[in-house]
């Protein structure tokens, strides 16, 4: 018997589904011959007993689609197709997980500006293939993000106290602030949340890009070190 394809798939349905186009997607990338016929047979045969050959191309293309959604490679002979429900989806992409084809906690959105860089670096060394749709409307977390109590003084002292000169390559801040003040960001020297002090001696004014450079720099720990050696109210800590 079977049907259009109407009643819900079962997670063992999705899974030889996933299986199989995997494995074709494998044979189309070294570039051997693909036969969808015999792979859907080969479904038909199996797990997909109670489903048409209608469906289960249609089932391949949703797999396409979800694909394509992560920017990643998808089988030619299926162009993404059909509206996967979130369940489905989550689902599916378990499942490309279970099979190698992707970390479904990469594609995970996330509050932590630290884990969104790690993200981010993880998902630059595959080829994005298309445009992701992204979040149209960003949810605000409403988690209360662990955050420090800082003192304005030694912010407000630091900022003085640099003239508007960044304190790591000594040229002039960027840009000047709607109210005059010259541009420069305070970094902790050792970061609050590795127990450093919120003090004078550990904290520096940086143009943005030294600021960036302190945080992500293959260079960082130099760049730190001759940050004590060029200002001698560093302290280490
Ligand atoms: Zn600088
Ligand atoms: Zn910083």
Redesign the pocket.
């Known amino acids: 018997m079977t049907t259009q394809g109407n009643e819900k798939w079962t997670d063992a349905e999705l899974a030889a589904s996933v299986t199989i186009y995997l494995e074709m997607l494998e044979l189309e990338r070294s570039g051997q011959p693909l036969n969808k016929a015999q792979f859907n047979r080969q479904l038909r045969d199996g797990q997909l007993a109670s489903r048409s050959p209608g469906s289960v191309e249609f089932r391949m293309q949703n797999i396409s689609a979800v694909l394509a959604e992560l920017c990643l490679e998808w089988i030619k002979g299926y162009p993404p197709r059909g509206n996967v429900g979130t369940q489905t989806k989550a689902t599916i992409m378990g499942f490309l997980q279970a099979g190698g084809a992707l970390v479904v906690d990469d594609y995970e959105a996330t509050e932590s500006e630290e884990v969104l860089e790690a993200k981010v670096a993880k998902l630059m060394l595959l080829e994005l293939s298309s445009t992701p749709a992204g979040i149209k409307k960003p949810i605000r977390s409403l988690r209360e993000a662990s955050v420090f109590l800082r003192d304005p003084l030694v912010k407000a002292w630091i900022l003085q106290n640099a003239k508007g000169i960044c304190e790591g390559c000594g040229d002039p801040a960027p840009f000047k602030l709607a109210d005059g003040r010259p541009f420069l960001?305070v970094?902790?020297v050792r970061p609050l949340k590795a127990k450093g002090s919120d003090c004078t001696s550990n904290a520096v004014a940086l143009c943005p890009n030294c600021?960036r450079r302190?945080?992500l720099a293959d260079d960082s720990e130099t760049f730190t070190h001759s940050l004590y050696e060029k200002n001698l109210r560093l302290v280490r800590e």
């Open positions: 960001e970094h902790h600021h302190c945080h």
